[in-house]
């Protein structure tokens, strides 16, 4: 049985949490265990995908009065708004035996025990085998665009994720691909507060297109930390791993209190 860090974080500002994630990224090597982290957020945040260009259909001016922060990730995809949700980072190497080969074999692999989860809730999961190429009027909003490999319950899409894949060099010129994968599986229902920040949303389409375990009757019925449990079973079992569970170090912290700039509020 494979071995992966565990980190179990409290709830953090969003410049920590994409902080952290990044580190984790820039400072794994080859013969580490693979990193799996859960947390939370201070308060509801707004993350961009990395490359996400901000235009009118985002009303930057309604997350300030909403004291709502705006962060980038440092993975690619659309905006998530964060705050009553599960979410999640995977560190690993991409040629690890668990992640034998490129991006869409890392999704395919990952997805399974998240699959488990929504299949012990009775929730039915289905896979999206191929993008879906469509137009709409919500192009921002992360749950509002299936990708592949991702889930859906009933239509709807219940988990993002996005993924970022980088090359670190070893001192004896040997060189290894290691990936950041996070994501994250809406609580509470997102929709009320995502018509606020988004202007030109319809909210009628983006309920046919997007899920969360209170829609789908779960939350809060199953409290956040009863799922919390439970997915840390299901992705053990899928992956046939055990946790260590470890705090930050000392060096960890200082890296990421270091990093926080590059991801503070836009």
């Known amino acids: 049985m494979d071995i992966w860090r565990l980190i179990e974080d409290i709830p953090r500002s969003g410049s920590f949490n994409m902080a952290a994630d990044q580190v984790l990224l820039d400072n794994y090597s080859q013969n580490d265990d693979p990193v799996l982290r859960l ?116 239509g709807r899409k219940i988990i993002g994720n996005a993924q ?40 009628n389409r983006l309920r046919q297109e997007m899920h969360s375990m209170e829609t789908a009757g779960v939350y809060p019925g199953r409290s956040s930390q009863d799922l919390r449990l439970l997915l840390l079973d299901c992705l053990g079992e899928a992956f046939k791993v055990k946790w260590n569970r470890q705090c930050w170090s000392e060096d960890e912290l200082n890296l990421i209190a270091e990093s926080e700039s590059l991801f503070q509020q836009l």
């Not at 001192?171 to 996070?182: A, G, M």
């Open 164 to 203: 970022r894949v980088r090359t670190i060099h070893g001192s004896d010129s040997s060189s290894c691909r290691v990936f950041l994968q996070h994501g994250t599986i809406p609580l509470r229902d997102p929709i009320p507060q995502i018509l606020n920040i988004f202007p030109y949303t319809q909210e």
């Open 39 to 154: 947390y939370d957020w201070e308060c509801s945040t707004l993350s961009l995908g990395r490359n996400e260009k901000i235009d009118r259909r985002i009303d930057l001016k309604a997350c300030n009065e909403l004291a709502i922060p705006v962060v980038r990730r440092a993975t690619g995809g659309k905006a998530v708004l964060h705050g009553d949700d599960l979410t999640y980072s995977v560190v690993g190497g991409v040629l690890d035996q668990q992640f034998s080969g490129g991006v869409l074999d890392n999704y395919r692999y990952l997805v399974q025990g998240f699959k488990l989860f929504f299949q012990t809730l009775d929730l039915a999961p289905e896979l999206q085998e191929q993008t879906q190429q469509k137009s709409n009027n919500d192009n921002h909003i992360c749950f509002a665009d299936p990708a592949v490999y991702e889930i859906l319950i009933e």
